[in-house]
């Protein structure tokens, strides 16, 4: 509902002409607690965000509309005044260059309006790039800089947007009228949420044991030698070296494998070790090692890269398990390019077939593989079990583990949210084998029907919900958040999918996070 004129008047004005109305940092809270709990009204505001406004044909019939009017709508759009700065943003926050456009002159004056925008050709579902400008210019501004003052860049910035308004409404003199503010005073509370995001990451695939005395983790896990931190030469190794790594290993696309002669090298200084364990961070063994077998341009290369990575492995084997050294093998996300070393590890000291290492290193994290490196994976597979004299029998193990051999398996599991919360696509629900395997027992659908067993799964399908930018999982999430918490209190699994697993499975995945997390 929008305020009257009056409401207006508990602001004090900092500028008349455009006017500028001052909020202070308390208020500013209580109006952003307000908006952000206040649903936007789909039935308002869509399709006209979406950049329907009845010029282009194609997305008007895609609609079923002939006109769309600018809707009766107020909403809230902050702006960071410092164009670019990563100094101070408020949730939410937009710069400048987002919602004003280039420089015009309106009655002699060189002022900027509101951003123009177009959907293009064709018919486009969601539009997010011209959202943010469109939706502008239904709102009130609100303008701060990152020192919480009223300096002279914010003050023109608010001024800007103002006379933007103005310019926009000439037009259209039934649009309702919409305000300007500037936020003044200090800032007492900052949450560096970039900081905190990396954080996360960082401990979401930190170092954890997967085999005895064999680790995966981050490029962040591995101890910083002094050599990086000359202001402090006495750094602890109880601090920078927790878990007393002797060797670590790095996995990335262009590693040169270690071959026999650095390995002996390395088995040689590492037997110089007292108590296995190393004195300095500077007696830590580095490694490379190969992420992907995707890229060998002949036969033979591939052939090389394999034996010098099952002679890394029987490397590890003998430090982790007869000279008790740990190793960490890491990479820069911990989730990625580490899968191919870790797996082929898992078959070579445990004596697993690959869906067999799947499933250990399941237990233990989250990992990841790219689908071409399944087939460099199986032919590992054959190397290891011939290494080590093992009888191979490919029919009898792809019979016992018929998920694998699926042709909806792509190479991954679906992404684990949580213990019990599976997030991933139309694939991976329809492999049931896979999901039995995993534990999984609960199936939501969202618009996608994977035509599973309802007496092997408990399963909520969300029928007539495409992924269009027009239907709304509003009406739903209630009852999806409910199905989820059901899977979690009978000690069940839930796989929540759609067709790709990105927009539509992740909105409801997110919404239970938000309010059982």
């Not at 199936?443 to 992924?467: T, Y």
């Amino acid at each position: 509902r929008s305020p009257s004129p009056t409401s207006f008047d508990m602001f004090p004005l900092v500028c008349e002409n455009p006017p500028i109305r001052a909020l202070t940092a308390s208020q500013y809270y209580l109006i952003h607690e307000a908006y952000y709990s206040t649903p936007l009204p789909n039935n308002i505001l869509f399709p006209w965000l979406h950049g329907v406004d009845g010029t282009n044909l194609q997305q008007n019939k895609f609609f079923d509309i002939h006109e769309c009017s600018v809707p009766e709508h107020r909403g809230v759009t902050v702006v960071q005044a410092e164009e670019g700065t990563l100094k101070c943003q408020l949730v939410g926050s937009v710069y400048p260059s987002d919602i004003l456009g280039q420089n015009c002159t309106e009655d002699g004056q060189t002022v900027r309006g509101f951003l123009k925008v177009s959907d293009g050709e064709g018919i486009n579902l969601r539009n997010f790039k011209i959202q943010v400008a469109k939706y502008a210019t239904l709102s009130d501004i609100i303008v701060y800089g990152e020192d919480g003052g009223l300096s002279e860049n914010v003050l023109e910035i608010a001024k800007q947007a103002a006379w933007a308004q103005q310019i926009f409404r000439k037009d259209k003199p039934n649009l309702m009228e919409y305000e300007v503010f500037v936020i003044v005073g200090d800032y007492t509370q900052q949450d560096h949420f970039s900081g905190a995001e990396r954080e996360e990451m960082r401990l979401l695939t930190s170092a954890s044991e997967i085999s005895t005395n064999v680790w995966l983790g981050n490029t962040q896990d591995v101890p910083i030698s002094s050599d990086f931190d000359p202001a402090d030469s006495a750094i602890s190794l109880i601090d920078d070296n927790p878990h007393q790594f002797c060797v670590c290993i790095e996995s990335h696309d262009l590693a040169e494998m270690p071959d026999q002669t650095t390995l002996c090298l390395a088995t040689e200084q590492l037997a110089l070790l007292p108590n296995s364990r190393p004195s300095s961070i500077d007696d830590i063994i580095h490694l490379d090692c190969i992420s992907s077998g995707v890229g060998c341009i002949t036969t033979e290369m591939f052939d090389l890269k394999i034996t010098k990575l099952l002679d890394l492995c029987e490397f590890i084997s003998n430090q982790a398990k007869n000279c008790d050294h740990k190793i960490l093998v890491h990479c820069a996300d911990g989730y990625t390019e580490t899968s191919l070393l870790a797996l082929t590890y898992l078959m070579f000291q445990e004596n697993l077939t690959l869906p067999q290492a799947y499933l250990k290193l399941q237990k233990t994290r989250s990992f990841f593989v790219y689908q071409n490196d399944v087939i460099t994976l199986r032919k590992i597979e054959k190397r290891v079990f011939e290494k080590k004299g093992i009888e191979y029998d490919e029919k009898k193990n792809l019979e016992k583990y018929p998920w694998f051999d699926s042709p909806q398996f792509e190479g991954s599991f679906p992404s684990r949210v949580s213990p019990f919360l599976y997030l991933g696509n139309l694939n991976h629900a329809c492999n049931a084998n896979m999901l039995k395997a995993l534990g999984i027992t609960h199936v939501l659908s969202v618009g996608e029907d994977a035509k599973l067993d309802r007496n092997a799964f408990k399963i909520q399908f969300l029928d007539n919900l495409f992924d269009d930018g027009i239907d709304s999982l509003w009406n739903h999430l209630d009852s999806c958040v409910n199905f989820i918490e059901d899977a979690r209190t009978s000690n069940g699994a839930v796989l929540i999918h759609c067709r790709v697993g990105v927009s539509r499975s992740a909105t409801i995945t997110i919404a239970y996070i938000m309010r059982h997390l």
